[in-house]
């Protein structure tokens, strides 16, 4: 059973203009022989969650427009963790953040890769608060 673990207390916060990074471990999968995509997703009141950067075990990472070469997602197979590392940010950047994975690669191929309905395994969320 894949299960997707946040550590960092549950919450994070900093100045605009500022970084954090956040850890996801994965436990339950191979990131090294088995296929996937995975990311991270946001979620503020009132609004949907939304992907914010994909990664697709095919090779493709993408990222939402407004993170762009702000944001990197990147994995260390070794110690089996997802990382998403956030500079710049703004105000508007804060919101629970998500990571999450499914089995099976092609997702940005296939064009839902964004879609968090196609997300299987989930980790229980960190609160970032970015502070103007």
Known sequence: QVQMTQSGGGSASTEAGGSLRLFCEVSGYDFRTSAYCMGWFRQTPGKEREGVAIKDSDGPIRYQESVKDRFRISKDNDKKILYLQMNS?????????????????GCLRSGFGFNPGAYSYWGQGTQVTVHS
């Open 89 to 105: 940010l703004r105000p508007e950047d804060s919101g629970a953040y998500y990571c999450a994975a499914r089995l099976g690669s």
